[in-house]
């Protein structure tokens, strides 16, 4: 395995992960990998379905406290980043900024999980118009995100609301949203934000990761150079998951480096 940093998974201090963090690590050094970073989802005011627990809250200092704690234990055979996945939504600017000060992180992930208080994730997002439609909003929800909630690193899973849809991603191609994928693409790139190779894509049978492969080759096209993969993990046999095949893509949109981060400094590794 060529790529030998995994830089998005979740443990149990993650809501929806039922995973001891020291498990996690157990799995990454077994396979050979030399960087992994903890990334567990901080999505404050997330809006949960009625009678849906509110698995997105985070005890951050309790996180960080076994994070350090198995950083030291570990320190021989693998480095441990402190990260987070801040769930992003326009409204809470002053609280994720401040959140974002407090600690001091070596990574953070912004991603968008919510659509204007909608959660893709049901099918009633999807329902009484077209995915098109649904996609399209979705995106455009992005756009402002990314311009409004400077906060993160990278930006996760781009076109996360495709795994989700009727048809999943069967119906859905770049060229339809083209428009609005160039605006987000050159934010980041003008502010030197990265983009996420998320493999979950691959193993839900979308047959890409997120973002799809035409939004990979714009992004390296415009200028873009900073690029992180992750698995999503929120178990151990999830960790690095298809990512020979995510360097395999990389190469074929033109990349030649992966960045890994600490203390939200971005470092390029040799795919």
Known sequence: MAVKADFHMHTNFSGDS???????????????????????????????????EAVFELNTDSYLYELLRLRQKYKDKITVGFGVELGLQPHLKRQLAVYAKSYDFDFIIGSSHL????????????????????????????????KTLPYFDVYGHLDYVVRYGPTFNEKYA???????????????????????????????????PNPCAEILKRYHELGGEIITVGSDAHKPDEIAQEFDRARSLLLECGFRYYCIYQSRVPEYLKL
């Open 174 to 208: 770049y060229a339809k949203h083209a428009d609005v994928f160039d605006q987000i693409l050159t934010h980041l790139i003008e502010n030197e934000k990265g983009l996420e190779v998320n493999t979950k894509g691959f193993c839900m049978g979308l047959g890409q």
């Open 115 to 146: 659509c204007n208080g909608k959660d893709p994730y049901y099918p009633e997002f999807f329902e009484g118009r077209s995915e098109d439609e649904a996609h399209h909003e979705y995106f455009l929800s992005v756009l402002e995100c990314v």
């Open 18 to 52: 039922s995973a001891p963090m020291e498990d996690m690590l157990h799995r990454a050094v077994s396979l050979g990998l030399s960087h992994v970073c903890i990334t567990e989802h901080y999505d404050p005011d997330f809006v949960y379905a009625p009678g849906e």
